[in-house]
């Protein structure tokens, strides 16, 4: 049974950090493309960032840029995600996904294979 798991959210200030993991099981973590997304009350799901199987790509839309940084461990099965700088309109449920491939970062436009249940991560002001 594939689990993608998520931890290290939580409520954090405005202009501070946290880092995301999604630990990976039940899957060979190397066959996969992994993205984080987050959902912000009311609001569609949003693409965040995509890493390639090797964590040699990445992928970031405009909006992501600078901010955060998406890293991958194999030898842990588990994918990061850095965020600095944290702002209000940041508060979402953050969720990691795995889409199968080795020659795909991801996207948007892509349909994930798993998907983990996601965690919180609120800005205050």
């Known amino acids: 049974q594939v689990q993608l798991v998520e931890s290290g959210g939580g409520l954090v200030q405005a202009g501070g950090s946290l880092r995301l993991s999604c630990a990976a099981s039940?899957?060979?973590?190397?066959?996969?493309?992994m993205g984080w997304f987050r959902q912000a009350p009311g609001k569609g799901r949003e693409f965040v960032v995509g890493?390639?199987?090797?964590?040699?790509?990445?992928y970031y839309p405009n909006s992501m840029k600078g901010r955060f940084t998406i890293s991958r461990d194999n030898a842990k099965n588990t994918v990061y995600l850095q965020m600095i700088s944290l702002k209000p309109e940041d508060t979402a449920v953050y969720y990691c996904?795995?889409?199968?491939?080795?020659?795909?970062?991801?996207?948007?436009?892509?349909?994930?294979?798993?998907w983990g249940q996601g965690t919180q991560v609120t800005v205050s002001s």
């Open positions: 996904a795995a889409l199968k491939g080795t020659v795909v970062v991801g996207g948007p436009g892509y349909t994930y294979d798993y």
């Open positions: 039940g899957l060979t973590f190397t066959s996969y493309a």
């Open positions: 890493v390639s199987w090797n964590g040699g790509s990445t």
